[in-house]
């Protein structure tokens, strides 16, 4: 007996498919039109483009300021993925171990900058970095990823610590561990994966962050903002090449994401 | 010299007391449990032995020293879980090298001592397996090794075989014993299963809603239970209420008479009398030509095949109901007694022991 027939006769079942079909097509065509045109040999858009070639990549990576954009932006990503671990690793375990009476309170501010418009907290976080005058700087755009990267390292975390067996910490202390070294040899060994998540996630959202950093900005140019810029005044082949260069980095850590809890999920090792 | 004492341990939680002013000590080489059902306090007391708790006030000692306010790691106790709680990221050698590597022993000093381990519990042949690779008994071991490869000043075991099924929690608990006995090291086992205190220990402490019942050898808690509370939950009892009567003769225990041995002294009532019911012998009315001392009549009211025993309810003419168990030897007499049968009743006068009290 197939499968197939578990779930009733073939035709619903055809029909199914052809419905997920159409969705993934329509959520995935914009981007391979994108992904089409930016290796266009022409200097305009247009799809299918008359003729291919790698032209506009060479002119992003020879430009100036495509070139210190990405590098902005990779050097903030850089610096707030450690950042958001390690504050982030803490607070879920200050949430999990902690009163049980303040988590649901904690947790919620915790998580709050994620589901608040990013425009209202783009316009705190710029009078406040206008007052202790630290705006257009690092100093401005760090703690701003952060409140919205954050977030998803305590949900991730937390997730895991919910599931972690405490006894094997109580294990480590009993043989000799303080609490420092049994949550450095046990516990993050064991959560890992949601470390690595929570990881991704924060490099993937600073790099890709837009509007918050578009109120602390007024020289320099992140590479979101510098897209934006230049398409204020021009659409050129370069945005795609941009674009496609973004979103090859961004579709190479979700795969890895993926692909990581493929492994842990299967792993018999990781409960 | 005494591996652990306890001095007047109290440890409450706000309003509620877990524990009420324990007092207890495990001498060196000692293998002591505390009994009980769930919720008296024994883990609780496991727990500030391995430091996880602080108790609220009293003295805690390890090799006579203040142990008190220590955190656990700078204890030396070897904790075994009921979980295991093995590390299941790490090899079985790397888990019982976790002490060693904590404890700061030289890493050429760390080779030996876990296979030594390992060689005590014979899984000297599985030690790059994964825990998960591991069957329940296997890790069960490789926690104990764990916890034995620090050479702790006390061995601590809390339900260790409580996810085990029961043959290989039989065949665990000799060799556990049997460890413990050629390492003489000093054991506080926690557990609320009777037959493995009585089989293991040397000294059981049974205890109750946070307080010591009593204190003493298995046999002395199983044959001289101190309080109505340890007769009942060690084996099966028949506890009667009684009086003395006939000028200190005889008690009357609900109906049933019997000889005033324990010389309780006359006009004593409610005094609780205990018969195990594996003394009680009962044959098929008029079946034994010499009829036994004790003229006791009786009626089966229910009978419950267990095996290798057989329960038995037998109501006694004019007395109390009193379960009975027989072996089942096989014997046709045993086979051929059914419910409403009429029997006879006879149990020697050691078998009636007076709860002190």
């Known amino acids: 007996m197939s499968s197939q027939e578990h779930y009733g006769s073939r035709l619903p079942y055809k029909f199914l498919i052809g419905v997920v079909t159409l969705v993934i097509f329509f959520l995935e065509a914009p981007l391979i039109i994108l992904v089409i045109q930016s290796f266009t040999a022409e200097s305009y858009l247009s799809f299918p483009p008359p003729s291919y070639g790698i032209r506009w990549y060479k002119e992003v990576l020879t430009s100036e300021d495509w070139l210190n954009s990405i590098s902005l932006s990779l050097t903030i990503a850089a610096i707030v993925t450690p950042l958001s671990l390690v504050l982030g690793t803490m607070a879920a375990f200050a949430l999990d171990r902690g009163p049980k009476k303040l988590k649901n309170g904690l947790q919620t501010i915790m998580i709050a900058p994620m589901v608040l418009p990013h425009i209202v907290l783009g316009l705190g976080l710029f009078k406040m970095a206008l007052q202790l005058d630290i705006d257009d700087s690092m100093l401005a755009y760090i703690p701003a990823h952060l409140t919205i990267t954050i977030p998803f390292v305590v949900i991730s975390v937390g997730a895991s610590l919910q599931t972690f067996e405490q006894s094997l910490e109580e294990a480590a202390r009993s043989l000799g561990a303080n609490r420092f070294w049994a949550v450095w040899y046990i516990t993050l060994p064991i959560i890992r994966p949601a470390l690595i998540a929570g990881g991704i996630f924060s490099f993937i959202i600073s790099f890709d962050e837009f509007i918050i950093t578009f109120f602390l900005t007024t020289f320099q140019r992140t590479l979101p903002i510098e897209m934006f810029s230049t398409l204020m005044y021009q659409v050129k082949p370069s945005i795609a090449a941009v674009s496609t260069l973004t979103l090859a980095v961004t579709a190479f850590l979700t795969a890895m994401l993926i692909l990581r809890g493929q492994v842990t999920s299967g792993d018999k090792v990781i409960k | ?357």
Not at chain 2, 17 to 24: E, P, R
Request: overall charge neutral.
């Open chain 2, 1 to 357: 010299m005494s591996s652990v004492e306890l001095k007047s341990i109290v440890k409450k939680y706000g309003e509620v007391t877990a524990v009420a002013s324990i007092d207890l000590s495990v001498e060196s080489g000692e293998f002591v449990t505390l009994l009980g059902p769930s919720g008296c306090g024994k883990t609780t007391t496991l727990r500030m032995v391995a430091g996880f708790i602080r108790p609220t006030s009293g003295t805690l000692s390890i090799g006579d020293v203040d142990m008190t306010g220590v955190p656990p790691h700078q204890r030396t106790v070897g904790l075994v879980f009921q979980n295991y709680a093995l590390f299941p990221h790490m090899t079985v050698r790397k888990n019982v090298e976790f002490g060693l590597k904590m404890q700061k022993v030289l890493t050429s000093e760390r080779g030996p001592r876990v296979q030594e381990a390992l060689e005590l519990v014979q899984l000297e042949a599985l030690g790059e397996r994964m825990p998960a690779e591991l069957s329940g008994g296997q890790q069960q071991r490789v926690a104990l090794a764990r916890a034995l490869v620090i050479r702790p000043d006390v061995l601590l075991l809390d339900e260790p075989f409580g996810a085990l099924d029961k043959q290989l929690r039989d065949h665990m608990r000799v060799e556990l014993r049997e460890l413990q006995q050629k390492l003489k090291i000093s054991t506080l086992f926690v557990t609320h299963d009777q037959d493995e205190a009585l089989s293991m220990s040397d000294r059981i402490v049974v205890m109750s809603e946070g307080k010591v019942s009593q204190v003493g050898k298995p046999t002395e808690i199983y044959e001289k239970p101190q309080t109505r509370f340890v007769a009942d939950f060690i084996g099966r009892s028949n506890i009667l209420v009684g009086k003395v009567e006939s000028k200190g003769k005889t008690i009357n225990a609900e109906g049933l008479i019997l000889p005033n041995k324990g010389n309780v002294v006359a006009g004593a009532e409610g005094i609780s009398v205990m018969i195990r019911p594996e003394c009680v012998e009962i044959t098929q009315s008029g079946s034994k030509a010499t009829s036994t001392s004790a003229d006791v009549k009786g009626k089966v009211t229910a009978s419950i095949y267990l095996g290798s025993i057989v329960q038995y309810s037998v109501q006694i003419n004019k007395g109390p109901n009193l379960v009975v168990t027989q072996n089942n030897t096989g014997s046709e007499n045993l086979k051929n007694l059914t419910v409403g049968d009429d029997v006879d009743v006879s149990f020697p006068d050691s078998a009636i022991y007076i709860l002190p009290g």
